[in-house]
């Protein structure tokens, strides 16, 4: 094994990923699949789930991966959840809270519920999974090796912009504040604590605007760098914070978004 080979290794761990059978989450099971780590990818629609642990495990990659339903939208769920992950092992090296909802509506009409329903699941929901599984990750740690957690943040949770997505935006800025709080309590447990603060990707939850080629390229002109992120952005992520690489970095909210969370209109002296 190369030095570079060694130092992004993630062979021999064990993950979870949440929302992890479309968008990020499955960039990121599948970076941690192929660098050999043994992948829970869970989402409300365990079949979704399942196929898509299907198709990672016909890449002959040296990780593997195994579906399962998971929904961190209750307090039920989390547990139901947690429950068969605890049953799959006593340890697990990595937890990845990509799970999330988003609600887009006018000021003026968006509506009450909508608050409730975004909270749950990007806020509540993740820290609630994080919680309990707390004892495996305290298991699978170690001081060479901390334990790694890592929550999807967004652009729009560092940058003041909702474009209608109101709940959303203020439920990322909630997930980047947590990850904070998180990563100062849990150092003394061995756990790396950082967030994902992702720009435009292809996923579900972003196809109305970039569902095509056309529409991707439309949105990635309005990136400093050009274009959308692409799977290999977040699988070098997912593999620099979670191998011996990022060992180090815990209470990090890492752009991942093209120089947008840095782009401003305002130029004082140039034309």
């Known amino acids: 094994m190369s030095f570079a080979e060694e130092l992004f290794s993630v062979a021999g761990k064990r993950a979870l990923v949440t929302g992890g059978a479309t968008g990020i989450g499955r960039m990121a099971a599948d970076a941690l699949v192929r660098g050999g780590a043994s992948v829970l990818i869970a989402s409300r629609k365990g079949d979704d789930c399942a196929r898509v642990a299907g198709e990672l495990n016909a890449l002959d990659a040296p990780g593997k991966a195994e579906g399962l339903a998971g929904d961190v939208s209750s307090e039920k769920g989390v547990a139901v959840l947690a429950n068969a992950v605890r049953e799959r092992g006593d340890a697990l090296h990595i937890l990845i809270n990509n799970a999330g909802l988003t609600w887009g509506e006018p000021f003026e009409t968006f509506p009450y519920k909508a608050w409730a329903r975004i909270f749950d699941v990007n806020v509540t929901g993740l820290f609630q999974l994080t919680r309990e599984l707390t004892p495996l990750l305290e298991k699978a740690a170690s001081d060479d090796d ?118 401003h209109g305002v130029a004082l002296f140039s034309e």
């Not at 997912?238 to 990090?252: D, E, K, Q």
């Open 146 to 263: 901390p334990s790694r957690v890592i929550n999807l943040g967004s652009v729009m949770g560092t940058q003041p912009l909702a474009e209608g997505a109101y709940s959303y935006t203020a439920s990322k800025a909630a997930v980047h504040h947590l990850t904070r709080t998180l990563a100062i309590e849990f150092a003394r447990r061995r756990i790396t604590v950082n967030a994902f603060a992702p720009g435009p990707f292809q996923s579900k939850m972003t196809a109305f605007a970039t569902g095509s080629d056309e529409k991707a390229a439309k949105v990635g002109k309005r990136v400093p760098l050009g274009r959308i992120g692409a799977p290999s952005d977040i699988a070098g992520a997912t593999l620099f914070l979670c191998s011996r690489a990022g060992a180090y970095v815990t209470g990090a909210i890492l752009p991942i978004d093209g120089g947008q969370s840095v782009q």
